[in-house]
Structures are given as structure tokens and as C-alpha cells.
Nanobody, 124 residues
């Protein structure tokens, strides 16, 4: 089964940047979809950004233009570049994968493989 390991989280001040990485094993872009999700304390888990095998992406409105997703297919590493961070971006960030059914850019689809998460804390 797909295994996902995130890294790159940390504490930054508002306006700062981070880059999250997710190393994916037993994964192929032709059979799986990948995405980033986040879970802030007191809130439900929400999608942040999704990507498909053609490098098309979809980003949540709340982070559009600030948190682009990208995939290095040669290394099987998923990235989330986090720019202009805001205190409301504080959350545990998770990398997730699912079997390719329908569109990989559909926010409503459930994911069945999850990493352990990496914490991002943004102070004002």
C-alpha cells in the first residue's frame, strides 16, 4: 500500500515561508491521486491543494496564490510551498493519496492513505 512521510513543518512569523515535502512510496501517478489537507484545532479537516498526473492543480480559495502544490515525479515527492503565511494557516498538514477514480481535482473525494502529519504554526 502507499506510504507517505511528511516533513518541513515548523514555527514561523506571519509573512514567512515554509516548504512541506511528502515522500511517497509504492505510489504511481498513473494510478493514484495526491493532495495536501490540513486540520486546525477546533475545525474539521479541509483540503488545501490537489494535483493530478498532468500537473494540473486545484487549490482551496482560502490559500489560492499563496500555497502552490507541485510534484516531482522522478523522486515521488509531493511539495506544498507555503508563502505569505498567516496565523490562520496554523494547522497540522497532511499528505494524502487515493486510488485514481474520477478526477484527481475533486475536493469531495475521500482519501484512504495518509501521512503522520507535520505541524505548521504561524505567529502574528
Amino acid at each position: 500500500q502507499v506510504q507517505l512521510v511528511e516533513s518541513g513543518g515548523g514555527a514561523v512569523q506571519a509573512g514567512g515561508s515554509l516548504r512541506l515535502s511528502c515522500a511517497a512510496s509504492r505510489y504511481t501517478s498513473s494510478t493514484h491521486c495526491l493532495g495536501w489537507f490540513r486540520h486546525a484545532q477546533g475545525w474539521g479537516r479541509e483540503p488545501v491543494a490537489l494535483i493530478d498526473s498532468l500537473d494540473r492543480t486545484r487549490t482551496a480559495d482560502s490559500v489560492k496564490g499563496r500555497l502552490p502544490i507541485s510534484l516531482d515525479n522522478a523522486k515521488n515527492i509531493l511539495y506544498l510551498q507555503m508563502n505569505s503565511l498567516k496565523p490562520e494557516d496554523t494547522a497540522m498538514y497532511y499528505c494524502a493519496a487515493r486510488g485514481w477514480v474520477g478526477s484527481c481535482l475533486d475536493f469531495s473525494q475521500g482519501y484512504n492513505y495518509w501521512g503522520q502529519g507535520t505541524q505548521v504554526t504561524v505567529s502574528s
